[in-house]
């Protein structure tokens, strides 16, 4: 059951540049989607959210994009850092189930 | 720190045997769930309680068992385990009954290797 897919095992960026993590989901009715960092031997932290009812939310260096349409939502780092360095969960929930779907992760590897 | 504990931490076991996963949530947050995370996949929802009462349900085993007490932890129960039960088990909280608009808080997971 593969609701939620990030098709992108890993991404390695040079600092200072953008970073684009992609998602695609398949559940139509998922109105709230958000990202999560995971670093090794932690949990993961939430990052950023974004309703269905915009397409788009900054925060700082991040920015989520949401296209409804092609059931496609990104996460951009600009600029990247090597402390951003980690596994970025993308995940989707919806009004009906109280459940939260997860990707399987990308990791992002941000150089020197 | 999530404000959310799992304990223990790491945990080894044969194959067959119980475990209990242990979680206390954030101060506050009523609602625990549990996920899984097997080898490079990515979480996998098992179940979710509020208040003490079962919310919802993903794709937990008829093995696996959890509840929510009225100080509000959580356990997870592992039973007849098998190797593939081998994973990362987390857990999260939140304040509400739902996930819609409110960001989980995770703990820092419970290894579980069954050998």
């Known amino acids: 059951d593969q609701q939620v897919k990030q098709n992108s095992p890993s991404l390695s960026v040079q600092e200072g540049r953008i970073s684009i993590l992609n998602c695609d989901y398949t559940n139509s009715m998922f109105d709230y989607f958000l990202w999560y960092k995971k670093y090794p031997a932690e949990g993961p932290t939430f990052l950023i959210s974004i309703s269905s009812i915009k397409d788009k939310n900054e925060d700082g260096r991040f920015t989520v994009f949401l296209n409804k349409s092609a059931k496609h939502l990104s996460l951009h780092i600009v600029p990247s850092q090597p402390g951003d360095s980690a596994v970025y969960f993308c995940?989707?929930?919806?009004?009906?189930?109280?459940?939260?779907?997860f990707g399987a992760g990308t990791r992002l590897t941000v150089k020197p | 720190d999530s404000g959310v504990t799992q304990t223990p931490k790491h945990l080894i076991t044969a194959t067959g045997q119980r475990v209990t996963l242990r979680c206390s949530p954030r101060s506050g947050d009523l609602s625990v769930y549990w996920y899984q995370q097997s080898l490079d996949q990515g979480l996998q929802f098992l179940i979710q309680y509020y208040n003490g009462e079962e919310r919802a349900k993903g794709n937990i085993l008829e093995r696996f068992s959890a509840q929510q007490f009225p100080d509000l932890h959580s356990e997870l129960n592992l039973s007849s385990l098998e190797l593939g039960d081998s994973a990362l088990y987390f857990c999260a909280s939140s304040v509400g009954t739902g996930t819609l608009n409110s960001p989980l808080h995770f703990g820092n997971g419970t290894r579980l290797t069954v050998t």
């Open positions: 995940a989707a929930s919806d009004r009906v189930n109280n459940d939260m779907r």
